[in-house]
């Protein structure tokens, strides 16, 4: 389920609640509440008082209630955990009529049957599946991609030398777009690596004495890039190489656990 950034805007005090929703109750969410809420819905942030976290990547502070939320909703925007959570709201009694009020004025029809709260004229589980492979000007395919994120750049690469996915990047995260970078450990990236200290970056070797062997990248938990290509020069210009485009909300989520549990390894 896609809503738009108007309507995503207007959820964003409800969720937080207390004064600032409409009719002030006593559903007011700090961020630790507001975190376990959106733990049920596919993220993985743990909140941790005592070191501060999360922190918002853009400016090494913890998130403010309403910068979380946004983060949150936006992200999940466009997949079926978005249904899952409007319904959710919809049938908790404190939050009913002002997400039921933003959702008809938007156009939802949002319905009560068999005793719940019901949202009848969209699609549910979003099940649009599109796979796409290149075998050459896989660069200028990943850019494309990189260029259209909106919320989050998550890259496990096992050789990050070229420096022409830089601007893009920093762009994007200038843009307010969350990227982490996972990258092997070992003297290839040490000595001829980009320099990614702009990003939250982490370095990483395999299990057993192996290497962090992953060509993955996951844009806004939606579209997910892989194949054999490493983000280098060789792989540009000298080598035959492939890059997968594939946009489905399970491969998409399973792709942002496994970089989940590899960030917290490394």
């Known amino acids: 389920m896609k809503l738009t950034e108007l309507t995503i805007q207007q959820l964003v005090p409800i969720i937080m609640g207390g004064e600032y929703s409409a009719n002030p109750r006593p559903s007011y969410r700090k961020l630790k509440a507001l975190v376990t809420l959106f733990q049920h819905y596919g993220r993985e942030e743990v909140y941790d008082f005592a070191r501060q976290e999360p922190?918002?990547?853009?400016?090494?502070?913890?998130?403010?209630?309403?910068?979380?939320?946004?983060?949150?909703?936006?992200?999940?925007?466009?997949?079926?955990?978005?249904?899952?959570?409007?319904?959710?709201?919809?049938?908790?009694?404190?939050?009913t009529n002002d997400v039921k009020s933003v959702l008809t004025a938007r156009g939802y029809n949002v319905e009560y049957i068999d005793g719940k709260w019901v949202i009848t004229n969209v699609d549910i589980d979003n099940t649009t599946t599109s796979v796409d492979?290149?075998?050459?000007?896989?660069?200028?395919?990943?850019?494309?991609?990189?260029?259209?994120?909106?919320?989050?750049?998550?890259?496990?690469?096992?050789?990050?030398?070229?420096?022409?996915?830089?601007?893009?990047?920093?762009?994007?995260?200038?843009?307010?777009?969350?990227?982490?970078?996972?990258?092997?450990?070992?003297?290839?990236?040490?000595?001829?690596?980009?320099?990614?200290?702009?990003?939250?970056?982490?370095?990483?070797?395999g299990q057993h004495g192996g290497i962090m062997h992953d060509k993955l990248c996951i844009i806004d938990n939606q579209v997910v890039l892989t194949g054999s290509?490493?983000?280098?020069?060789?792989?540009?210009?000298?080598?035959?190489?492939?890059?997968?485009?594939?946009?489905?909300?399970?491969?998409?989520?399973?792709?942002?656990?496994?970089?989940?549990?590899?960030?917290?390894?490394?």
């Open 133 to 205: 492979i290149s075998f050459a000007e896989n660069r200028d395919k990943i850019l494309t991609c990189l260029k259209n994120a909106q919320v989050s750049i998550d890259i496990a690469m096992a050789w990050f030398t070229s420096n022409a996915f830089l601007p893009t990047l920093l762009q994007k995260q200038s843009e307010g777009v969350r990227i982490r970078i996972i990258v092997n450990n070992d003297a290839v990236n040490s000595i001829h690596g980009c320099d990614l200290s702009s990003f939250e970056m982490k370095r990483l070797r």
């Open 55 to 95: 922190k918002n990547p853009l400016t090494g502070d913890p998130f403010s209630r309403s910068d979380y939320t946004t983060m949150a909703l936006r992200e999940m925007n466009n997949t079926s955990y978005m249904y899952n959570f409007l319904i959710d709201q919809l049938n908790d009694e404190l939050y």
């Open 229 to 266: 290509y490493n983000w280098s020069e060789n792989a540009e210009n000298r080598n035959v190489e492939n890059v997968a485009k594939i946009q489905d909300n399970a491969a998409a989520s399973a792709a942002s656990r496994e970089f989940n549990r590899l960030w917290q390894m490394a």
